[in-house]
Every structure is written in structure tokens, then in C-alpha cells.
């Protein structure tokens, strides 16, 4: 399977959005600009994650998107399967040889086990403190 733009830009509104919750509305314009991203596109984007109910608008002058409910509740798995659909890394085919149709099912279900543990709260928490680019030399 492969997360296509849709999917990835997705994940971007949405980490926006969590990192951003409290404070109000957040708009598309503020997201695109701060990511370098196109808002026409990310309208596209949210509409899907508005009719399920992941995300809310807000209208009006200082309107905007919220998350619709909390970001501990939210998984990468539920963003994902809005904006790309079912998670198969193939189609699975009964009369396949038994040893590859087990490869592809655990396949399956480990990309899901990993989408489906990780939180949009996490990921918009998220600190690379393992792995920093910065070093100091000393003369």
C-alpha cells in the first residue's frame, strides 16, 4: 500500500489542527501557507474529513476548522482509511498459495496495528529527540 498525497497531507491538516486545538479555529489559508502547501487542495481534503465527522468548520470572519473531537481519540488509521480507503497492501486472492496469502494478511494487519495504535494527540506531540542533526564542536 501506498499513502498517496491525499493521505499525507491529510495527516498534516490534522496534526495542525491538534497542535493548534484551544486556540480556536485554524484556517486552511494559515495550514497551506505554514506548509507550503496548496489550499486548493487541502479544501479537497477536508471535506471527506468533515463528513466523517473528524473535523468541524467554523464560519465567519475568524472561521475555520477544529478537530471535532478529541486528539487522543483520533488514530493515523482513522485519517487514513477517510482519504485513502480500505488498508490492503494488495487484494488478497483465496486460491493463492496458502504461504503468500499469510505474507500479505500480516502484512495487513501490522500496517493497521501501527495506524490504528498511533494518535493524532502523539503525533502532533511528537519530538525527534533521538535523532538530532545539531551537533557542537568544541575548538
Known sequence: ?????????GLTIMIALAKKSGDGPVSLKSIAKE???SEHYLEQLIAPLRNAMLVKSVRGAYGGYMLAKPADTITAGDIIR?????ITP???IEDEEPAKRDLWIKIRDAVKEVLDSTTLEYLAEYKDE????NYMFYI
Do not use: C
Request: net charge neutral; glycine share 12%; aromatic share 4%.
Open 82 to 86: 477517510v482519504l485513502e480507503g480500505p
Open 35 to 37: 506548509h507550503s502547501l
Open 90 to 92: 494488495v487484494e488478497i
Open 1 to 9: 500500500m501506498k499513502i498517496s498525497t491525499k493521505g499525507r497531507y
Open 130 to 133: 533521538g535523532n538530532q542533526d
